[in-house]
């Protein structure tokens, strides 16, 4: 069951509108299914859209940052609930445990390190919550087309590709996670 999705997303909303309203979009669908957002808790780029979407329609945010980022007045003040913790790793680790499957939007470093430890942890059986990427006007293209080249090159074994979910419109993505969330999301 989907109850909470974790996001990853850009702390800029980029040169593509559509980033921001795709971010909006996806803000608005969680509240409007009763899904919590679980996110990295900033107030800025897609984040901060992300957030302000689903705390206006009426839905639960929750964040989760680093003291570090705090200290830099990064933070969102108008959370449902917000987690401050010591470290970018007890950060992924605390996002990770208080979702049931995750998301992936447009970003960058952050966004694609974030998203790989959910695969690479799906791939070494720590827990089995499905992955999704919105792939909004192609952005994940060229990703795709990587992960593509791991499998052609044995790089990465074709059942493994499976973990992650992809669509192009949010009602999609978030039928596709919702259908594949299970349970407490381990593996037996």
């Known amino acids: 069951m989907l109850q ?6 850009g702390s800029r909303v980029g040169a593509n509108p559509q980033y921001a ?3 909006r979009q996806l803000g608005e669908a969680l509240a409007r299914r009763g899904i919590g957002l679980v996110y990295g808790a900033g107030h800025i780029g897609l984040m901060g859209v992300l957030a302000d979407a689903v705390l206006e329609a009426g839905g639960a945010a929750i964040g989760v940052i680093p003291q570090a980022l705090v200290d830099r007045e990064l933070a969102h003040q108008g959370l449902t609930k917000l987690h401050v913790v010591p470290s970018m790793h007890e950060r992924k680790a605390l996002m990770a445990a208080l979702s049931d499957a995750f998301l ?3 970003g960058a470093y952050g966004t694609a390190d974030e998203t790989f430890e959910m695969l690479t942890w799906n791939q070494l ?19 795709l087309a990587w992960i593509d080249r791991c ?3 044995d790089l990465l074994k074709p059942r493994h590709r499976e ?13 596709a996670l919702t259908e594949k969330a299970s349970g407490d999301g381990r593996t037996p």
């Open 125 to 143: 059986k720590i827990h089995a919550k499905p992955v999704g990427l919105l792939n909004v006007t192609g952005f994940f293209d060229s990703l």
């Open 4 to 9: 909470r999705l974790c996001v990853f997303c």
């Open 151 to 153: 499998i052609a090159d």
């Open 21 to 23: 309203a795709s971010a």
């Open 104 to 106: 992936a939007l447009p």
């Open 163 to 175: 973990f992650l979910l992809v669509d192009d419109e949010v009602n999609g993505i978030l039928d």
